[in-house]
């Protein structure tokens, strides 16, 4: 019993941080406090945490900034929804931390209470630094409310309320009221409207860009001083694919248990262009001055996230089929609603295909993914007057191509042959199913 009460006044000393001795009480064996001193006033070092007063021995775990990608060391708190003392149970979301390329949510590792909180809004925290403390021993409350950790309270010093005598009232005498005849009111001037006024509220905002946004702007930034790009144009008749997928899409989705939609006849197009145009699929290696031709193709797709513009790629398109590439983008496009795209699912690509015509754009040119060599621009389809084999004059169902090359790498006549099979691959879909 003795030994208990010692460690434990031990222990309050050595968090106090001031030294005290013991006496141990005759009738119980109880030690006693009897002598409270203060060596000097206590010296805190480094920047403030969000944390509680915690004994000491408690099973507390730090836990680190997780590894979030080969080439990622570093990553900003964006949004800490808990805090200390707050109970969370496994995978629990504690922070979101943003890096260059994706947003991370770092979730509680098992059940427990939140003691600190090793960061603030907006700080850099580097992978494998200390992120936040956990004492898993903590339990929830009955309710399933969150139970909090609190220090203990220290008692208040008694409040002494000051009493006044009271002193003598005086009472003012009452004022007569005055009787003042209203006088006219003088005729109101005409308002003469300022040349500001005219002009209404002029407000500005600024908002702090996000660590994904600077990563995209450097890089399409880089792109444009990197590769020396030449955009070129095609328009392709969507009419025989829109009715091709207008007979079929019932039984497609019936079958596959996803639609059918545009973007898969695109990706299989180019995977067939990109086979029969190597250099389209290839990359400058500017290390070892040479070309890097590639067998395999991985066709990046830009699609849009809460956080902007993400570019999931995938893998080996040559032998997907329509349901596979479509079942993959649905599957992305929910992740990037969710937040909960990987690295993995971004590294990579060998060629770009970006879609500005589900935004309504007419045309554009849209700017290379380096280290790629290429990237396909889509746009909306429009009906427009053209003349057919016979000519006749015809509303068609047409769509503006653009595709974007390097041409250091890829000269003119290899660019607008791509550009030409993709185009004849979407007018006449029946080229795809004979390899042609």
Same mark, same amino acid.
């Given at each position: 019993?003795?030994?208990?009460?010692?460690?434990?006044?031990? /222990?309050?000393?050595?968090?106090?941080?001031?030294?005290?001795? &013991?006496?141990?009480?005759?009738?119980?064996?109880?030690?006693?406090? %009897?002598?409270?001193?203060?060596?000097?006033?206590?010296?805190?070092?480094?920047?403030?945490?969000?944390?509680?007063?915690?004994? #000491?021995?408690?099973?507390?775990?730090?836990?680190?900034?997780?590894?979030?990608?080969?080439? $990622?060391?570093?990553?900003?708190?964006?949004? @800490?929804?808990?805090?200390?003392?707050?109970?969370?149970?496994?995978?629990?979301?504690?922070?979101?931390?943003?890096?260059?390329?994706?947003?991370?949510?770092?979730?509680?590792?098992?059940?427990?209470?939140?003691? *600190? $909180?090793?960061? *603030?809004?907006?700080?850099?925290?580097?992978?494998?630094?200390? &992120?936040?403390?956990?004492?898993? !021993?903590?339990?929830? %409350?009955?309710?399933?409310?969150?139970?909090?950790?609190?220090?203990?309270?220290?008692?208040?010093?008694?409040?002494?309320?000051?009493?006044?005598?009271?002193?003598?009232?005086?009472?003012?005498?009452?004022?007569?009221?005055?009787?003042?005849?209203?006088?006219?009111?003088? +005729?109101?001037?005409?308002?003469?409207?300022?040349?500001?006024?005219?002009?209404?509220?002029?407000?500005?905002?600024?908002?702090? #860009?996000?660590? #994904? /946004?600077?990563?995209?702007?450097?890089?399409?930034?880089?792109?444009?001083?990197?590769?020396?790009?030449?955009? %070129?144009?095609?328009?392709?008749?969507?009419?025989?694919? @829109?009715?091709?997928?207008?007979?079929?899409?019932?039984?497609?989705?019936?079958?596959?248990?996803?639609?059918?939609?545009?973007?898969?006849?695109?990706?299989?197009?180019? %995977?067939?262009?990109?086979?029969?145009?190597?250099?389209?699929?290839?990359? @400058?290696?500017?290390?070892?001055?040479?070309?890097?031709? /590639?067998?395999?193709?991985?066709?990046?797709?830009?699609?849009?996230?809460?956080?902007? &513009?993400?570019?999931?790629?995938?893998?080996?398109? *040559?032998? #997907?089929?329509?349901?596979?590439?479509?079942?993959? @983008?649905? =599957?992305?496009?929910?992740?990037?609603?969710?937040?909960?795209?990987?690295?993995?699912?971004?590294?990579?690509?060998?060629?770009? $295909?970006?879609?500005?015509?589900?935004?309504?754009?007419?045309?554009?040119? +849209?700017?290379?993914?380096?280290?790629?060599?290429?990237? =396909?621009?889509?746009?909306?389809?429009?009906?427009?007057?053209?003349?057919?084999?016979?000519?006749?004059?015809?509303?068609?169902?047409?769509?503006?191509?653009?595709?974007?090359?390097?041409?250091?790498? $890829?000269?003119?006549?290899?660019?607008?042959?791509? &550009?030409?099979?993709?185009? !004849?691959?979407?007018?006449?879909?029946?080229?795809?199913?004979?390899?042609?």
């Amino acid at each position: 019993m003795l030994s208990y009460y010692t460690t434990l006044a031990r /222990r309050a000393v050595a968090v106090g941080g001031r030294r005290c001795s &013991l006496s141990v009480a005759a009738s119980c064996n109880v030690p006693t406090l %009897t002598t409270f001193t203060t060596d000097a006033s206590p010296t805190f070092y480094g920047r403030r945490h969000y944390g509680t007063t915690r004994w #000491m021995g408690m099973p507390i775990k730090t836990i680190e900034v997780p590894t979030m990608g080969d080439s $990622i060391t570093e990553g900003t708190i964006v949004d @800490i929804p808990v805090g200390p003392g707050d109970y969370v149970n496994e995978d629990d979301v504690v922070l979101v931390l943003e890096t260059d390329k994706v947003s991370v949510d770092v979730r509680a590792p098992e059940a427990g209470a939140i003691v *600190e $909180i090793m960061g *603030e809004v907006d700080d850099v925290v580097e992978v494998g630094s200390g &992120l936040y403390r956990l004492d898993t !021993d903590a339990v929830a %409350t009955a309710g399933g409310g969150i139970q909090k950790v609190e220090a203990a309270p220290t008692p208040a010093a008694p409040v002494v309320e000051k009493v006044e005598a009271p002193g003598p009232v005086i009472v003012a005498p009452p004022t007569p009221a005055s009787e003042k005849k209203a006088s006219p009111p003088s +005729p109101a001037l005409p308002v003469m409207e300022s040349v500001a006024t005219s002009l209404g509220n002029r407000p500005e905002r600024r908002s702090k #860009m996000s660590r #994904m /946004r600077q990563r995209v702007a450097a890089r399409l930034k880089e792109s444009q001083n990197t590769a020396a790009m030449l955009t %070129t144009f095609q328009e392709v008749d969507m009419g025989n694919f @829109i009715e091709m997928r207008h007979r079929h899409k019932d039984e497609f989705q019936k079958k596959h248990g996803v639609k059918l939609g545009f973007m898969s006849v695109f990706v299989k197009a180019a %995977t067939s262009a990109l086979q029969e145009v190597p250099a389209i699929n290839a990359y @400058i290696d500017d290390e070892a001055k040479e070309i890097v031709y /590639r067998d395999y193709c991985d066709i990046s797709v830009a699609v849009a996230s809460p956080n902007g &513009l993400v570019v999931p790629v995938l893998r080996n398109t *040559e032998f #997907m089929s329509f349901a596979d590439v479509e079942r993959t @983008i649905a =599957l992305f496009g929910q992740k990037a609603k969710d937040g909960t795209l990987a690295l993995d699912d971004m590294a990579g690509g060998t060629f770009t $295909i970006s879609n500005g015509g589900v935004f309504g754009s007419l045309m554009g040119t +849209p700017i290379i993914n380096q280290p790629q060599s290429a990237i =396909l621009g889509m746009h909306a389809t429009k009906m427009r007057a053209v003349v057919d084999e016979k000519g006749n004059v015809v509303a068609r169902p047409m769509m503006y191509l653009a595709l974007t090359y390097d041409h250091r790498l $890829i000269d003119g006549r290899e660019g607008v042959t791509f &550009l030409k099979s993709v185009a !004849d691959k979407i007018t006449d879909p029946a080229r795809l199913v004979f390899d042609i």
